[in-house]
Nanobody, 116 residues
């Protein structure tokens, strides 16, 4: 399994922005598809944004127009740009990456807290 290292979480005021990064460590494999999920206390983990092998992107309705998922294949890194953050975006955010010939990996999670 490929190790993923997440970074970029933190505390921000409502209306602010954060950019999350998810980088593959160690031996490098090509990214097939990737997604960002989040889990708030007492709630199930939900898909926030996903990017497929052909570049097709989808977003949860709650983040459309505010969040942008992207990938840098040369750096084996996936990003989530989060703008116009709201208190309801507060959660632990996890990346999930499907690698070519290396299976599926999860990041360790990064806390995002949005204050009102």
């Amino acid at each position: 399994q490929v190790q993923l290292v997440e970074s970029g979480g933190g505390l921000v005021q409502a209306g602010g922005s954060l950019r999350l990064s998810c980088a593959a460590a160690g031996r490098i494999f090509s990214i097939n598809a990737a997604g960002w999920y989040r889990q708030a206390p007492g709630k199930q983990r939900e898909l926030v944004a996903g990017i497929g092998s052909g570049g097709r992107i989808n977003y949860a309705d709650s983040v459309k127009g505010r969040f942008t998922i992207s990938r840098d294949n040369a750096k084996n890194t996936v990003y989530l740009q989060m703008n116009s953050l709201k208190p309801e975006d507060t959660a632990v955010y996890y990346c999930n990456v499907v690698f070519v010939r290396a299976g599926n990996s999860w990041g360790q999670g990064t806390q995002v807290t949005v204050s009102s």
